[in-house]
Nanobody, 129 residues
Framework: QVQLVESGGGLVQAGGSLRLSCAAS????????MGWFRQVPGTEREFVEY???????????DYADSVKGRFTISRDNAKNTVYLQMNSLKPEDTAVYYC???????????????????WGQGTQVTVSS
């Protein structure tokens, strides 16, 4: 499995921006499609929400409707890192954000959390109103 470490979370006012990073190690990063998920307050970890995903090459991206137009996922395979740029943040974006790696989807991306086999520890994002 690949090891994942998220960073970049914090407290921000509504309308602000944050950039999350997820550094990967242990396996060939470019062999994994990558996704971001979030666990909103009051929900169990197993019911994480899909946020965005990027294909192995970075050529395909996908977003949940709730973040489309505000969030941007990207990856740098030379740096073994995936990013989530979050703009126009809303209080309802408050959550623990997890990055995850999918080694089986060779083309495109999947929004299904059960298809991701490596997960980071999460980073807290809090958006105040």
């Amino acid at each position: 499995q690949v090891q994942l470490v998220e960073s970049g979370g914090g407290l921000v006012q509504a309308g602000g921006s944050l950039r999350l990073s997820c550094a990967a190690s242990g396996r060939t990063f470019s062999n994994y499609a990558m996704g971001w998920f979030r666990q909103v307050p009051g929900t169990e970890r197993e019911f994480v929400e899909y946020v965005a995903a990027v294909s192995r090459s970075g050529g395909t991206t996908d977003y949940a409707d709730s973040v489309k137009g505000r969030f941007t996922i990207s990856r740098d395979n030379a740096k073994n890192t995936v990013y989530l740029q979050m703009n126009s943040l809303k209080p309802e974006d408050t959550a623990v954000y997890y990055c995850a790696a999918d080694r089986t989807t060779s083309l495109g991306v999947t929004p299904n959390s059960y298809e991701y086999d490596s997960w980071g520890q999460g980073t807290q994002v809090t958006v105040s109103s």
